[in-house]
């Protein structure tokens, strides 16, 4: 298991989803995956994109202004 | 054993695509969806920004309809590519800058492709949503055929929704989807669409009425034309799509635009560019962050200041504080007055 970072800040919905969704592509099963937004439809739409597709938010949390929501790479 | 075939359907997140991937999952028919991405797409821009949306509630349409649908979703990013079809329409604009007819034709030919690429796993057509007569320019009875035959898609693009309106294509005539289970729905009449929404348990459906996408709408085209004019180029990166969609925008020379933040959200979205582009703040009184799209001349800071003065609480001060900003520079603080109303004049706003 890794643990990665995705700089998705200033981008506005769809597109943190987006490059979440590639990111992930290349990652495997149980790998964590940090994505850092500012955009805050990226809380509802990170995790629906989430459960349709098979993985898990585990947490998000606000620091500083910014959004860091964690998703472990589902099979 | 038979083999499963499977479709990949085109979700814009609206009830058409909703119901007609339910339509299909009826018959044991296992879909996915795709979702293209434009740069243009109303989906989730604004309501991130604007203070006035911020109850609103925010989801994006696309994702929720493959929820409720429990198929998975794959969202493209397709804004390189789809600056051609914006640029060169061959079948030309709607009432404002909305290629629509292309633009179908092309999220088909890229479904095209994907389905070339997911062969392997069993895709072999694509549903759409689709409804003869529901659109002016992309959704007519001879608009149909020129998406299927220009796309590339021929007789693997079904429409469950009109299909019984439509020859039928592979999938039926192969067998794969009963065709007496897929509908006739014509015209711009939603009641039909609405009864099966009902039928099939759907109620918090995205708006039927409502657009999804910027190039349809009026104000936004005119400021889009507007860019172009003044750059005399009709190229865009994804920043000034972006930016048409924040603020007020007022161009008093042609060589340059105000882009006057309307409340403190967009201010706050404005000072994400202050690295990029010169912005102007009053500083003595609450105002509007205001970024300067084009070439600010020296000579000029006075005016275009009085401009954005006249959007701030200072507006009928004598003198208000003004900072500008260059990027690479100091900062320079000048006292100016606001223009009146009379002299901000009314042909500058885009």
Redesign the interface.
Known sequence: MSHYELDARRMLCPMPVIKTQNKVKELSEGDILDVICTDPGALSDIPAWARINGHEVVSNREVDDELIITVRVGS | MTKKHKAIALISGGLDSLLAVRVLQEQGIEVEGI?F?TGF?V???T???RNQDKDKK???N???A??QL????????VIEEYKDVLLNPKHGYGANMNPCLDCKIFMVSKAVEWVKENRKDGFDFIITGEVIGQRPMSQRKETMPIISNESGADDILLRPLCAKNLPPTKPELEGWVDREKLYDFSGRNRKPQMALAKQFGFTDYASPAGGCCFLTDKNYSDKLVDLWDARGSREYEMDDI?LLKVGRHIRPKPEFKLIIARDAGESKYLE?YRKQFVTIQVVSHNGPLTMIDGDLKPEDYDFAAGIVARYGQGRDAEQVDVEISVPGEEKLLRSIKPLSTDQVNKEWHV
């Open positions: 979702n991405y797409c989906e989730g821009h309501h991130a920004i925010k989801r994006n696309a994702l929720w493959a929820e429990g198929i998975k979703l794959h969202i493209v990013d972006m994400g």
